[in-house]
Structures are given as C-alpha cells and as structure tokens.
C-alpha cells in the first residue's frame, strides 16, 4: 500500500509538470474574451500548425453586423504588415495565414469592427506569434511522449524514494535514466527532425531550450547512476537529478525553440 501510495504521489507530480508545462508553453493557444457592441466573442488564437498548408484562424461572432481582418507579417523582419479580409460563414469569421517552412514564424493580429463600436483588437497591442513546423509521424511522436512521461514519472519516483531514510533508489535511477536517454536523446531528435529538418540545434550547435533541457536533466541523471555504482547510496545524487529534471520540466515546451532566419530567404511579397 505504501509503494502505491508513493507512486500515486510521483504521478500526481508528473501530470501537474506535464499540464503547467503544455498551458504555458509559447504554442499553446491565445485565448480570451472581448466584447464588441454588445456582443461576447471567445476567441482560439493558433500558435503552432503544420506546413503543409494555410492555418485558418476562425473566431465565432453570431452578429452579422461584425467583421473581421487578418494582419500578418514574417516574425522578426522588417516586412509591410499584410491585411487581408475575414470571410464569414454563418456565425464565424475565417482567414488563412500562409503556410510557412518548417521553424518559420509569422507574427498576426485579428482585428474586429461594427459600425456602432471601436475596432478590437483582440490580442490587445501586442502580436501572436505562430510557428509553423513539419507532420511528425504517430510512430515517432507517440513513443516520444509516452516515454518522456515515464521518464518524469520514474524520475519524481526515485527523488521520493531518496527521501526514504531506508530507500533503495537503485532501480528506479537505471530505469529513469534509461527511459530519459531513449525518449529525449533518440527520439526526441529524430521529432526535431521531422517537424523542424534538423536532428539537434541544442549545445554546441545553438541555442534551442528543449534540446538543451533534455540533455542537462540526461547528464544529471548518468551522474547519479555513475555515483550509485557499487552499491553506493547517492542519495544527494538522486535526489538533485531528480529535482534538476522537475526544473527543466517546468520551463514552458518549446521555449526559445527552432526559429527560420528569414534574412536568408527572399523579400515577403
């Protein structure tokens, strides 16, 4: 009963990382509410989507009399902001932000008006910024996922069972580190490949915060494994690998992220 108990605390932990982490990364979704001539608007504003085709960005507004702009440019360039109508289609307004190579950004603004309000812009002053990247197969990112969970999971585990004064991590430090090298090491590339064309733009080759996360909190971990060998407790170990990966797990996914440089590519037009 007391193993249960301690694994159910690890995954309460686990899922409240996994959750804080996706609410408040850099591509999930603008939402929000703003009232324009009477009339309530919630709005989804995308932050992420695939290459292969334009993202539609659609906002409900039940009164015929609201229309709706889309005014767009390529994130951190010098191009003419674009503004191009919304088309609507019973209830809702649509418009569609050109599809974008993978790692390139658009940075846009969803402006509303009725003939008896004030424009509203619905994201206030400041700009969404979307990334747009390549389809990962359901093959890689699936695995990914599920053993990027696990590994926190076990991780959260073995700093629990560090805390023990009769607790044997051992085990539980071999399966995490193991669980950390397959998913965040082999098949977390192999995800920055397809959504982004490159294998790892972390340290030494650049900057990218998920890369570098994921191999701080493997480093921590083959620490740990390495000074618990020979039947060395390492308690101190386990339980700052332990604590060093809820950290990084708590830094906000895709944070400082693959970024297209555009100077490197034509004038928008």
Not at 189 to 217: E, I
Not at 239 to 247: E, W
Request: hydrophobic share 50%.
């Amino acid at each position: 009963m007391k193993k249960f108990l301690l694994w159910f605390l690890a995954f309460i932990i686990t899922v409240g990382a996994a959750v804080y982490q996706r609410m408040t990364g850099p591509t999930y979704p603008l939402r929000g509410m703003k009232d324009i001539a009477g009339t309530e608007i919630n709005f989804r504003l995308p932050r992420t989507h695939e290459t292969a085709k334009d993202c539609m960005v659609k906002i409900t507004a039940a009164d015929s009399a609201i229309e709706g702009s889309l005014l767009y440019k390529r994130f951190k360039t010098d191009d003419d902001w674009i503004q191009v109508p919304m088309v609507r289609s019973d209830d809702s307004l649509t418009g569609a932000l050109p599809f974008q190579p993978p790692a390139g950004k658009l940075e846009y603004r969803v402006v509303l008006s009725h003939p008896s309000a004030a424009d509203v812009f619905l994201s206030d002053d400041e700009s969404v910024v979307i990334r747009f990247k390549g389809a990962v197969p359901g093959f890689v990112l699936l695995p990914h996922i599920l053993i990027m969970f696990m590994a926190m999971l076990f991780s959260n585990r073995a700093g629990i069972e560090a805390l023990r004064p009769k607790g044997s991590p051992r085990k539980l430090v071999i399966w995490t580190t193991g669980l950390m090298i397959a998913g965040g090491m082999i098949l977390g590339p192999l995800v920055q490949y397809y959504a982004f064309g490159a294998l790892w733009t972390g340290f030494p080759f650049g900057g990218d915060m998920t890369d570098n996360k994921t191999l701080f909190a493997v480093i921590a971990w083959i620490l740990a494994l390495v000074m618990g060998r020979k039947g060395k407790k390492a308690r101190g170990w386990v339980l700052g690998a332990s604590i060093i990966t809820l950290a990084v797990y708590l830094i906000p996914h895709s944070l400082f992220g693959s970024e297209l440089d555009y100077s490197k590519l034509p004038a928008q037009k």
